[in-house]
Every structure is written in C-alpha cells, then in structure tokens.
C-alpha cells in the first residue's frame, strides 16, 4: 500500500469502520452499565442546599481542600491534557472542517500557534503523567497493561498530529495518514477501555451525590 | 468451585447495580483515593489503596455485566475470582476499611468507593470471609442481642444506678412516650453516665421518653460484616419496638455506626419506610438548642476539641449541630486540621474495632488521629461515638499520651443545672 492508498484508506474505510465501532461500542457500554438500575432509597430524605447529583457533577472538576498541594501532578497535569485534548479536537480549523463534513456545521476555532501551544502543552502533560504513574508506589502498583496503553492510545494522536503539522520526521501524508489512523484506534478502543470514563464521569458523579444528597451530605 | 464461593459470587452478582457498574466503568487508576485512605498515608503501603480493595468484585463484574468480559470469560482469558483470593482480600475490605467514606469525596471521577465497599462486604460474609471478629459480634446480637453480650438485666441494673445517681426516673416500655432512646452496649457497660445524661436533657426540656425492654441495643454488626439479613433482623427489633410504644422518633445513641444502619439502611433493609423519625442524639440536642428547650450554665475552661465520628459527619450529614452545642459549653474550643466533613477515622470504624488482627495495624492507622491531635494539642478530646471513644482511647494508652476522651452528650448534661422535676410535655 503506497502512501496515498494509506491515507485515502484511513480517511474512508477505516474512519467509517472506526466510527461505527465506537458508536456501536458506547451505545452498548452506556446500556449495559445503565440498565442495571438501582434500587430506591427508602429512607426519610434530608435535604441540603449543594447536595445532589448535578452538584456533585461540577463541583468533583475542584480538587478537595489538601488534595492539590498532596498531588499536584495528578491535578495540573490532568487539567492540562484534558483541556488540551478539547482545545486540539475542537478547536484547530482543519478539525472543525472535519466535523463540518461529518455533521454539517461547524463553529469558530482558535488561530493555529494558540492550538499548537496548547498541543505542546498536552504533550508535556502527557509525558508528566506517565513519568508519574511509573515512579509513584500508588499508581505504579494499580497500573496494568490498560494503564500504559490507554496512555499510549491518548498521546499518540496528540504527537502525530503536532508532528504532521510541523512536518516533522515523516512525509505530510504519512505523518497525516498515521494520525488519522491513530485517532481510528483511540475511537475503537474508548468504549472498552478505562477510556470510558469520558462518558461515565457524569453518571459516577451523579450517583455519588444523589446517593449522599439524600442524607443531606454535599460531596 | 467451592459452596461458599458460589454463595459468595451469587450475592455479589445481585448487589451490582448500575452505580457500581458506572463507577468501576469510570476508574482511572489515578491513585488520589489512597491519599484520603489512613491506612494507606499512614502505612505507604499501596495495598491499602481504597480502588484497589475493591479488585475482586470488580473483576466479577467485568466477567459477569460487560459484552466483552462475558466474551472474555468465555474464551478462558478472565481469571475467576478463587476462595484463596477472597481471603487474602478480608484484611483488606475489613481491617483496613473503616468504612469512613473520605475516598468516596476526593475521587475526581465521583467514584462511592465507601458504597462499593459495603456491598463487596456482602458477598465477603456469604462466601464465608468476614473477620472471626465481627461474625461473633453479629451472632451474639443476634442470639444474646448484644454484641458484647449485655442483657437486659444489667441494662436494668444500669437503670436504677443512674436513677439513683441523677434522682429522676428512668422510663422502659413506656407506650406513647414521643422518643425511643437506643443505647450502645458500650455505653451500658462503660459509659453509664449517657443515660443519665438524656434523663436531665429531657426532663429540661419537658420531653417524654422511654427505653424499651426488647429493643435497647442500637448498634448493628449485621451491616458491618455485609450481612443484610441478620443487619435486617436487629433493625426489624427497634422498628417493632418504636411501632409498639408508638414513639415519635427513635434516637440514635452516640454511635456511628447504629445512626448508619438506623437512619439511613433501616428502611432499606426493611424494603419500607417508618412512621417514626431517626435522629442521632447530637440531632436531638441540636433541636432543643434551636428550639431553647436546652439550656446550660457555665463553660468548661480547658482546651477542648471535637473529634467527627464519619457516620455521623461525613456520612451522615451532622456537621453543624456539634460545633454549635460545643460552643454552649466550652470557652477553649479549638479545631482540628480536616476536622468536620473531612475529619479523620479514629480507625476503629465499620467493624474494625472487633477484629483482633487487625489492632497492629489500627495503632498504625492512629497516627493519623494523633497527628490531628498534636496540631492543636488539646486538654480533651470531646466526640460524639462510644466506639470512636473506645478507639481513641486504645490509642491514645498505646502512643502514652494523657489525653481524657469525652462524650458530648454526657458534657451538654453536665452543664444542665440539677433536676428541679418538671412536668413532661402535655401533661
């Protein structure tokens, strides 16, 4: 396969294919988790002011008082790749235009430098964490090959696409065709992976505050 | 697969439920609840992370609710939960959880660790893996209905000390009384001055009270081990008793624990709501504060702080009232590093405190609690539990530090001034 089948390849078969996993996968994931269900609670409620569930869903983005001086790496660097990961996906103009393709509308992005600087950034976090979770006890010990190849699923689309931007290393379009192809597997892989977890945050806590905000407990 | 084991995975398949699924589906093994786990900060032993105590049950589930992990099984890739791991899992999911609940708020994808935890206790105690400890705790409330084995006889005996001691009447079985006092059997054996305490607090406040002869224990090793049918069974005693006397509210005593398994877990365990109100006694006391029916006479001049029992803070949303009646009472009240919703475990929550093999480890975990105590380094240490009580104290001999625990309620009752015999409400 020559570089242009390559690329003509993950922009219409792959892609298509890899979409459709991933939206078959979330679909199934969400209803599996979801239709489990919950028993009622039967107890006399109490209520309090900040104590719910769509509470919770915002205030778990703040770090408890303590937690941030006690992980700072964990907090900084978590903000910074996931607010990095937001600004590079939907705001760089040749992604807009993607999703203009695939959804029919589009909105404003920011000027490239602002996405690049923001890519950098998501790179440097990136790398922070990984370094992170192989020198502290805790995480190293909870880690499993999900761990290091989810991290790998997140930071390659992130490398590639700065690198073919940059024209780094390789050929515009290989750098391109690898991107995209890169992207298809973080899609294919998000459903079944603690990936997820960029769909089930909400429901966790949602739960948890519902759950103690029916005894008046504001977590 | 042995009997046991699959009693064990039977129970655990039924308390799955759609929170569990969400909350093992969003871990990212960040690692942040360890930091808010004393067993963990204080050890350094990553074993202890809150998530990963949870391993087991989470493997289960994958296996068992997930397309891809039935798929897995299917194919002989997963690896089945064994009797040997279950085991191995007990000192994790009991002697080292407390059931505090302080993981539970930290974690940045809103994981209820605390509840995942409860619940993998109940097919911890099926499958035939809880502590020696608690299990003989959960039998003699059961079959003595006390976990450390007091019988009605000597809560009587207890009763006519106290009614000699304060000179007011120590109602049982009294029907229409507008409150039911439950006690704790710590309190009956080493901390009498409780009951005597509620009988001035209420003869102030002109309230009508009674205890009763069938229903005196509050406190409930059924749900600290995980076993919702005997946790049902020693329920089901205080809500017959609160509907035969026909009381208006149930009062939790000064344990944390009991208010949980009354207050919040009653009713499900029941599968029906109550007629009757539950309230923990600091509740109580809050209301007559409010509503001036409680009222004191000097201050206590030392150095005071206030240790939060979890369930009764962090898990059970009374935060407010303690300060304000620690207050009514002391000139010196100082707080604690953490203290009030994010106060640390005194270590011997949610069963702990009954098992043997865990106290090494217990003292360990306390250096948590000592280190609160040395920021602010009180002449006395006031709280709400009589377990917390117990537990701190254990530790406070084991670390040699002088430092007198006390009890709320019984402090707010030494401030009443003597019983001028008032008429009970309505009458």
């Known amino acids: 396969m020559g570089e242009l089948q390559f690329l003509t390849w993950v922009r219409g078969t792959g892609l298509n294919l890899a979409i459709s996993i991933f939206l078959l996968g979330v679909l199934v994931r969400l209803l599996e988790i979801y239709s489990l269900g919950r028993k009622k609670d039967l107890a006399e409620p109490r209520s309090l002011a900040g104590a719910s569930g769509m509470n919770t869903v915002f205030r778990r983005s703040i770090p408890p008082e303590g937690m941030l001086k006690n992980s700072p790496i964990t907090y900084i660097g978590g903000y910074v790749f996931h607010i990095g990961l937001v600004i590079i996906i939907f705001l760089f103009a040749p992604h807009i235009k993607f999703f203009q393709d695939l959804l029919g509308f589009s909105w404003p992005g920011l000027p490239s430098q602002a996405v690049d600087f923001a890519a950098v950034l998501t790179i440097v976090a990136l790398l922070l964490i990984l370094f992170d979770r192989i020198s502290k006890p805790v995480k190293r010990y909870l880690s499993t090959f999900q761990d290091w190849f989810t991290w790998a699923l997140t930071f390659l689309p992130v490398l590639t696409g700065w690198m073919a931007v940059q024209h780094l290393l390789l050929p515009y379009t290989t750098m391109l065709a690898l991107h995209i192809l890169t992207v298809e597997l973080l899609l294919v892989f998000l459903p079944f992976t603690k990936l997820f ?11 948890n505050g519902t759950v103690n905000g029916h005894k008046g407990v504001a977590v | 697969m042995s009997a046991s084991l699959e009693k064990g995975v039977r129970v655990l398949k039924e308390v799955i439920d759609a929170p569990i699924a ?9 690692g942040l609840c360890a930091e808010a786990c004393l067993f963990y900060t204080e050890t350094g032993d990553p074993k202890y992370t809150p998530i990963h105590k949870l391993e087991p049950m989470r493997r289960l589930y994958e296996q068992e609710y997930t397309v891809l992990g039935r798929l897995k099984k299917l194919i002989g890739l997963s690896k089945a939960v064994t009797d040997a791991e279950l085991a191995e899992w007990q000192e994790l999911v009991y002697n080292s959880c407390t059931l505090c609940g302080r993981c539970s708020v930290v974690c940045p994808v809103g994981n209820d660790i605390v509840y995942m935890v409860r619940k993998f206790r109940e097919g911890m105690s099926a499958s035939g893996n809880a502590p020696v400890g608690i299990k003989g705790a959960a039998n003699r409330t059961i079959t003595i209905g006390s976990p450390m084995g007091v019988k009605l006889p000597a809560v009587k005996a207890q009763m006519r000390h106290v009614e000699e001691d304060y000179g007011l009447p120590i109602p049982m079985d009294a029907e229409g009384a507008e409150y039911l006092v439950m006690l704790s059997s710590m309190e009956i054996m080493n901390f009498p001055e409780y009951l005597g305490a509620i009988a001035k607090i209420m003869n102030q406040a002109g309230k009508t009270w009674t205890l009763c002869s069938t229903a005196f224990e509050a406190t409930n090793a059924g749900m600290q081990i995980g076993n919702s049918d005997l946790a049902r069974v020693i329920v089901s005693r205080i809500v017959e008793a609160a509907e035969k006397l026909k009381v208006k509210t149930v009062i939790s005593p000064e344990c944390g624990h009991a208010y949980t398994a009354l207050r919040w877990e009653g009713a499900n365990l029941m599968g029906r709501s109550f007629g009757f109100k539950v309230r923990h006694i600091i509740e109580v006391l809050g209301e007559f504060q409010e509503q001036g029916l409680l009222k004191t006479e000097g201050f206590e001049t030392d150095r005071l702080t206030f240790h939060d029992p979890c369930q009764l803070a962090r898990r059970g949303g009374v935060i407010k009232q303690q300060r304000t009646l620690m207050n009514m009472v002391s000139k010196n009240f100082v707080e604690m590093p953490d203290a009030g919703f994010m106060n640390w475990c005194c270590g011997g929550g949610g ?24 920021a602010v380094k009180p002449d006395r240490v006031v709280t709400a539990c009589a377990n917390c009580r117990i537990v701190m104290e254990e530790g406070l001999e084991h670390y040699n530090m002088n430092l007198p625990v006390v009890g709320l309620t019984e402090m707010i009752a030494d401030h009443i001034p003597n019983p001028v015999v008032a008429k009970p409400e309505g009458s």
């Not at chain 2, 969400?22 to 960040?30: D, G, K």
């Open chain 2, 22 to 30: 969400s909350y093992f589906s969003s871990c990212v093994h960040c």
């Open chain 2, 351 to 374: 069963g702990a405190s009954a098992i043997e093999e865990g106290e090494e480890l217990r003292m360990e975990a306390f250096k948590k609690k000592k280190s609160q105590f040395d």
């Open chain 1, 197 to 207: 977890h960029a769909f089930t945050v909400f429901g966790s806590r949602w739960y």
